[in-house]
Structure formats: C-alpha cells, structure tokens
C-alpha cells in the first residue's frame, strides 16, 4: 500500500480549468479550399475588393429612367417617355437612357447608362411599342441596387474568429475568393489504458475481466465534435515501458494527449509517474463527482491530460473540462441551444399577407437578457445572413410586432453565440481596424444618424459618429480620434477640382455618400457655407451638381467609382485616396467619436472595447489623414 498514490490535495474546478488553460494546444493556421472551408474559423480579416452586386442593377421589373423624367407624375397626369430599348438580366446594355426616354429592365439587370431609377411595371403602361406612361414619380435611386450595396469594396467583410457556416461560404464567393486562411484544428491524440481492455470487433473474454474500450471512440467523437482531429492510437495496457511508448509516440505527433484509464490511486496505475519523469505534471486529482482522478500536465512538446477510466466519468470531465480548451484552440464557439427566447427590441411592421421568416440578431442588455433585433439589407443582400443569428417567424396574420415583445429566434446553428459587443454607426477605417482585436464583435455600418437613432432607442451597446450631429443623444464617450475628408480625383487631378464650388461651377460629376452618414453631414454643411458665400440657397447648389442627389453607403464606394472612371470626383477620406493612388483636395477634418450606451458600461464587451480603444493611436499611425483628437 506504500506504493499507492494518494489523492490527498484535491484542485478545486476552478484551478483546473487553468490548469488546462495553460497548456498551448493552438495549432499553426492553415489555408484550405473554400470548399472545404464549412466549419472551419476564419484566421484571416476578409477585406472586400471588389463591389457586390459589381453594377447598378434593377431590383425589379419595369422601367429605367431618369428620375427627374418622372417628377410630378401620377396617375391623373403620367409622364410619356419614348420607349428606346430592353436590358435581360445578364447581358450588357446596348443602349442608354437620354431625358424623355425610357428602357424596358428586368429585375437584375444592369441599369443602362443615363437612368438612374426603375418604375415597377404595376405603375407604368405602355402605348403601343414607342411609349410608356410613367403612373408615378421616383427620386433617384428608387428602385436600383447600387454597386457595392451588398458590401463595397474596401469594406471588411469577415473578420478572424468567424465561424465559416453556409452564409459566410456565401459571402466569401460573391468575393471570389476559392481559398481562405483558418484555424487549424488541434490534433488530439488517445490512448486507451488498462489490461482489461479490448477494441470494438476483437474476440472477448469476459471470464477474464475483458470490457470492450468504449472510451477511445466516446472521446475521438467529442473531439470532433469540439473542432479538433481525433487520431486513435493503439491500446496500451498497464505495464510502464508499454505506457511510455505509446504517450510518448503520441506527444510527439499531436498537439494534445489524452489518456483513460489508469489514473486511479492504486499500484498499478502508473500514467502519473511516466507523466512526471518525462515531462511535468500540474495536478492530479480534481475536487468533483463524477471524474475526481484526472491528471493535467505537459509530455515533451505536447500537452496531456488524463481522463478516468469509467465512460461516464471520461466523457463528463472531457465535456466539463477538455471540450472548451479544444474549442479554443480550434476557434469553435461554445454549444447552445437551437432556439432563444428573447424581447424585441424595436417595433416591427409586415403586411405582405404571407409568412415571414425575419432574420434577427441577438445582443444582451445590462441585465443579461436577450434583445432581438431585425436585419434585413433585401433578399439579394448576402449579408443580411452574415448579420444575422437566427430567424423569427411571422405569421401571415401578423402585421405588427411591438417593442418589448417575447418572441422565438430559430438559431441558425446550435453554436451560434452572441457577440460580446453590438455597434451601429458611421463606416470607419480606423474604426474597422479597432474591431479585429475584438474576438466576437458585430458592427452595422448604418451611418452616424441612423446609428444614433438605435443608441437613442437602446439597443446597440456602442455607436460610432462623425461630422455635424443634429440631435444630441446620452451617451458615454469611449473614444474619438479626428479624419480628414475632402474630394477624391483622379490621380493628377486633371479637371483642376479645388473645391465643391469647381463642381458646382462645371460640367464634372460627383459621387455622393447616403444622408445618414457622418461626410455626407458634412458636405452638406460645407454647401450651407458656400451657399452664403454667394447668397444663394444651398439647396440650388446642391442641383447644380451633378451627381449630388444619387448616393452610396460606403466611404470608400465614391473612390472606386472615380478610379473606374465613371466619376470625375468622389465625397471621401485623405486615406481612402491614398490606398487608391487616387488625388485628394482636401476640404476639412471631423471627429469620430465611438459613443456607449450609458446602461451597459459595466457590460464586459463594453469594457473590452473601451480598452481596445485606448491603443488607438497606433491604428491611427497607419491612416493618412487620421490623428488623435484633440
């Protein structure tokens, strides 16, 4: 008996999740095909470069024009267009829309040159084969899905730590992209102990103690399960020369060893002592029931643990104690449940008359509970999935869901998880940067107003903001930092633009930015100046150039378009036109301020950002035109 280990000092749980946690068992990355990409967790930030959709495109049938064709039109006085043409889907338009004309378009098609909005058919008739009535006005934009409206290019798409599940597969090949870095999975090699032991399909004796290893199989599988490479190796049995062969063989080609069986207090039970001769052992035995016998430790370059011997104990501190550190290391999100309940956090309208299948994404409040909220970018927006954690169905009876109420989220996966922080706002470089050193972070670029709005309505813990703000909201500061903004060129600046008044004053186009964001805020209020620069009406200003009223989402979509030569100048960033090679005039800096919600300070994602950003200034050293505010 003077030889049995004694299990005198038992580690608390909490010790040894540490203890494991200790142990390096993270894999090198690895790059695999897209095909075999599913499950996988991105180790790369997926930046877009390129637009999708790659073209102003209708989003139903009807009619492309120009919209100013159609101002005051209704259904007692229509617009009359000549009817010069027809756009399919997946051709190239062969014709272009001149004042007074319109062109027959099918949903998807690229919008022709010269429209810049789409009639729906149920609004339009056609007189004979030369003429449309046009039964209604549009503004432009009506109608058209813009390039890059999906996702831009120059916008982070997919940050590392993404789960890689059939919406991002999506996303991913809009982008083009056949190959993707991602974590690599940890191998994890098992070795059966004990005499007594026999693999599945061998004879057994059962007069002789035999039991077959149910172990090395329950195990591979929830290694698996966990994300990594279960690699089974033969059954050692209880003699120490046997036991070190087959631990050390083990260490040797896997990131992980587990063993089961022969961690009892008894004589012949040796692991530990092989475990402390040829490595380093941190603890055996753990303060809980089912499971006490457990060994932690490191084995050469290896890291091992020991699992009982009995199924149920093996499978329960595996469960408890290994899955999480292989889901770590392999990138994989903790399990949860197929559905959450959760509270609406805004008010939903639907009216349609048919069942909806809403995607929703999920963010907790201050107090841990479950707010649900709609995304819905349209049914042609990948990312509308990739934003989303589940759906909530409607029925089609339904036409209203208020604030506040209980509803069900269909997970899309059971490994869907919450992201630890929720923000909505301005699209930022700088800001975008800051995200990828957050593990589970979400952002919706809906601009400054917009992302104002949800801050003000509660349900973002954090939103970003720029330029000129309207309406103040409370809110608590993280962060702020200052961008330079101004007019992008082409390289050279070839048309002598010094300013809005040169687009203004000339013959050049200009691609805009949506109303909610932070520079469109801006330019705006530099047109107010130099409207009563010259005692004019800003408004008149504004239509004076052309350009001004068709708009994009993305501060970095105006650029493209001046690099592809479909515009003379761009609203952007000092940034935006130095990543491009393109020319800047510059006409002034705003502030970004990065603004909490006051009733989730004390949320740890909240926390977390907040300590991201005070290494802001090393993000904003890399940036053109960005400093620290003052």
């Known amino acids: 008996m003077s030889d049995r280990k004694q299990f005198r000092d038992l580690t608390e749980p909490a010790k040894a999740h540490e203890a494991i946690a200790s142990l390096d068992i993270e894999p090198e990355t690895e790059t695999v095909p897209l095909a075999e990409a599913r499950g996988r967790t991105l180790a790369e930030r997926v930046d877009a470069d390129l637009d999708v959709p790659g073209f102003d495109r209708a989003s139903m049938d009807g009619y492309a024009v120009r919209a100013s064709d159609t101002f005051g039109a209704d259904e007692a006085d229509p617009a009359t267009l000549d009817l010069t043409g027809t756009v399919h889907a997946g051709s190239e338009p062969d014709v272009a829309v001149d004042a007074g004309e319109a062109v027959e378009i099918s949903t998807g098609a690229v919008l022709p040159d010269g429209a810049d909005a789409v009639v729906m058919v149920e609004r339009t008739d056609e007189i004979g084969t030369e003429t449309v009535e046009i039964r209604t006005s549009v503004a432009p934009g009506d109608n058209v899905m813009p390039a890059g409206a999906d996702i831009a290019a120059g916008q982070r798409a997919l940050g590392p730590g993404t789960e890689l599940t059939p919406r991002e597969i999506g996303l991913l090949s809009a982008l083009g992209r056949d190959e993707i870095e991602v974590r690599g999975k940890p191998t994890v090699g098992i070795v059966s102990t004990g005499d007594e032991l026999v693999r599945p399909g061998e004879s057994l004796n059962s007069d002789a103690g035999q039991i077959y290893d149910v172990n090395s199989y329950t195990i591979a599988a929830g290694v698996e399960e966990a994300g990594g490479e279960a690699a089974l190796y033969p059954h050692a049995g209880d003699d120490m020369n046997a036991m070190e062969d087959a631990l050390t063989t083990a260490a040797e080609e896997c990131d992980l060893v587990l063993s089961s069986g022969s961690t009892s207090a008894s004589a012949v039970d040796v692991i530990y002592r092989v475990i402390e001769e040829r490595g380093d052992l941190l603890l055996h035995g753990v303060s809980v029931k089912p499971g006490k016998p457990m060994l932690v430790g490191r084995l050469a370059d290896s890291a091992y643990v020991g699992l009982p011997g009995y199924p149920?104990?093996?499978?329960?501190?595996?469960?408890?104690?290994?899955?999480?550190?292989?889901?770590?290391?392999?990138?994989?999100?903790?399990?949860?449940?197929?559905?959450?309940?959760?509270?609406?956090?805004?008010?939903?309208?639907?009216?349609?008359?048919?069942?909806?299948?809403?995607?929703?994404?999920?963010?907790?409040?201050?107090?841990?509970?479950?707010?649900?909220?709609?995304?819905?970018?349209?049914?042609?927006?990948?990312?509308?999935?990739?934003?989303?954690?589940?759906?909530?169905?409607?029925?089609?009876?339904?036409?209203?869901?208020?604030?506040g109420e209980d509803v069900t989220v269909t997970l899309f996966s059971p490994n869907v998880r919450t992201p630890s922080v929720l923000a909505f706002g301005e699209d930022d470089p700088a800001f975008s940067r800051l995200l990828d050193r957050l593990g589970s972070s979400r952002f919706l670029p809906v601009g400054s107003r917009e992302g104002l709005r949800r801050l003000r309505d509660g349900l973002p813990d954090a939103a970003v903001v720029a330029g000129p703000i309207r309406r103040e909201v409370e809110s608590v500061e993280l962060g702020a930092w200052e961008r330079e903004w101004g007019l992008i060129v082409p390289e050279g600046n070839p048309d002598g633009v010094e300013g809005f008044g040169t687009l203004v004053d000339g013959d050049l186009r200009l691609v805009n930015l949506d109303t909610a964001t932070g520079l469109r805020a801006s330019a705006d209020a530099e047109l107010e100046r130099l409207a009563a620069a010259r005692d004019a009406d800003a408004a008149d200003l504004q239509s004076a150039i052309d350009g001004y009223g068709f708009t994009l989402k993305a501060h970095e979509s105006p650029a493209r378009r001046v690099l592809a030569g479909k515009a003379d100048a761009g609203l952007g960033l000092r940034a935006t036109a130095e990543k491009l090679g393109l020319g800047f005039v510059p006409v002034d800096s705003q502030t970004v301020r990065v603004r909490a919600n006051p009733e989730r300070v004390e949320k740890q994602g909240v926390q977390d950002l907040e300590a991201v950003l005070s290494g802001v200034d090393g993000v904003l050293a890399a940036l053109p035109g960005f400093e620290p505010a003052e």
């Open 312 to 403: 149920v104990s093996a499978l329960t501190i595996f469960r408890t104690f290994v899955a999480p550190a292989i889901r770590r290391a392999a990138g994989v999100p903790e399990p949860r449940t197929a559905t959450v309940d959760g509270t609406l956090a805004a008010e939903e309208r639907y009216s349609e008359g048919r069942t909806r299948l809403m995607p929703v994404g999920l963010v907790e409040n201050e107090a841990g509970e479950t707010l649900v909220y709609p995304v819905d970018k349209g049914s042609g927006a990948t990312t509308s999935l990739v934003e989303a954690d589940g759906v909530v169905e409607v029925d089609a009876d339904t036409e209203y869901l208020a604030a």
